[in-house]
């Protein structure tokens, strides 16, 4: 199986910063890799798709790059709604395995 | 736009079977263009990949599951479902159902989740 491993864990920041989350693969997946948001009580929400394409109706604040082992999520901007955790998910092969999760809180 | 919806018992007795069954409104379950996904994620932790099933029948499992786990789609219910045998505590999450567009590897959308609880 593809590890994939996020870092950090967990971050605080304040409302307006710019924040980054990275995930790094055990193997290339080329850009085979995949942001999700998810909220306290709620299923993950798609944001980023095949590494830097934004999922239609996702404020353009997130942003995605990388390619091969080394991705980021960045938030330009940050917004109230937007202190949750999120996951990478790689889709390079099955089983498709996700990172540990980042949580982002308010300072 | 296509909605997804889990159901089934929220508790299970230990070596029993839990069986959960994802809905699909909104859309045909029967397009070849998608891959019908069920992904678990226990209690405060990250979420585990279960499985696909396309219309046709054809699936692929986590190898870490795979002795235990069927999934089945029903095209004249627009639904599937899945069944994991012999439960223990560990298989205590939240189980959610999604659509992968075939051959792209996301998720999007997802069903709820629904909690089960295994427990006598």
């Known amino acids: 199986d593809i590890q994939m491993t996020q870092s950090p864990s967990s971050l605080s920041a304040s409302v307006g910063d710019r924040v980054s989350i990275t995930c790094r693969a055990s193997q290339s997946i080329t850009s085979y890799l995949n942001w999700y948001q998810q909220r306290p009580g709620k299923a993950p929400q798609l944001l980023i798709y095949?590494?830097?394409s934004l999922q239609s109706g996702v404020p353009s604040r997130f942003s995605g790059s990388g390619s091969g082992t080394d991705f980021t999520l960045t938030i330009s901007g940050l917004q109230p709604e937007d202190f949750a955790t999120y996951y990478c998910q790689q889709g390079y092969s099955t089983p498709h395995t996700f990172g540990q999760g980042s949580k982002l809180e308010i300072k | 736009q296509v909605q997804l919806q889990e159901s089934g018992p929220g508790l299970v007795e230990p070596s029993q079977t839990l069986s959960l069954t994802c809905t699909v409104s909104?859309?045909?379950?029967?397009?070849?263009?998608?891959?019908w996904t069920w992904i678990r994620q226990h209690p405060g932790k990250g979420l585990e990949w279960i499985g696909y099933?396309?219309?046709?029948?054809?699936?692929y499992y986590n190898p870490s599951l795979k002795s235990r786990v069927t999934i089945s789609v029903d095209t004249s219910k627009n639904h599937f479902s899945l069944k994991l045998s012999s439960v223990t505590a560990a298989d205590t999450a939240v189980y959610y159902c999604a659509r992968d567009p075939r051959g792209d590897n996301w998720f999007d959308p997802w069903g709820q989740g629904t909690l089960v609880t295994v427990s006598s």
């Open positions: 095949s590494a830097s």
């Open positions: 909104g859309g045909s379950i029967s397009s070849d263009a998608y891959y």
């Open positions: 099933i396309y219309y046709s029948g054809t699936t």
